[in-house]
């Protein structure tokens, strides 16, 4: 049974809700004093991971189009990609205005270059800041086949985003393994795909 145009809706509401509601939990646990001795670190925790839970998200959309044969699913990847940026982007001004402070920005240049995870991070802001930006149908329409050759930077971002969590917390953790274990699954779910382009 194919998912409805009416359930798309729906399930696009339903998706923006998740997106949405984890900022405003994040907005009162901070107010509250319900995050650990170390809040910037917690913020900056919470605002990566619903990142890469997007982006995650936003990879499984494919795979689900293809062999749950719903094609009309399709529709919500641009709203998760975008939810993904948003969050990728509070991460950085997270860390830019809670770990170094308005005081220090100059230095945020100096600690891009010379940490290789912030190095990681901020490449994979700035891929999600060129999708963002051509995410638009009037976008792929002026840029053709140019398109999906950029939108596939998106496998690099998958990637890397999970690497620069495993980093940034220097030490062995379950959690960022398991991201980018999902991430390798998700994109060997593509092989024949990223394999043609080696043809």
Avoid at 72 to 95: E, K, N, P
Avoid at 136 to 151: D, E, F, P, V, Y
Avoid at 180 to 187: D, G, I, K, Q, S
């Amino acid at each position: 049974m194919r998912i409805t145009a009416k359930q798309v809706t729906w399930l696009k509401v339903i998706l923006h809700l998740a997106a949405f509601l984890p900022m405003l939990w994040l907005f009162y646990a901070a107010n509250q004093g319900l995050l650990s001795a170390d809040p910037a670190k917690d913020i900056q925790h919470f605002t990566g991971r619903m990142a890469l839970k997007l982006l995650l998200a936003s990879l499984l959309v494919t795979p689900l189009v293809r062999y749950a044969k719903q094609p009309s699913l399709i529709r919500v990847r641009r709203l998760l990609g975008l939810w993904c940026f948003a969050w990728a982007t509070l991460h950085l001004t997270s860390y830019a205005l809670l770990e170094l402070g308005l005081s220090n920005l100059a230095l945020l240049g100096h600690e891009l270059v010379s940490r290789p995870y912030l190095t990681l991070g901020i490449i994979s802001w700035t891929l999600l800041l060129a999708l963002a930006l051509t995410s638009t149908q009037a976008a792929q329409r002026k840029m053709g086949r140019n398109w999906q050759r950029l939108h596939n930077v998106v496998y690099l971002v998958a990637i890397l985003a999970p690497v620069h969590y495993l980093l940034s917390v220097k030490v062995l953790s379950p959690q960022p393994l398991l991201y980018m274990l999902a991430a390798l699954v998700l994109l060997a779910l593509r092989y024949r795909k990223i394999r043609g382009w080696w043809r």
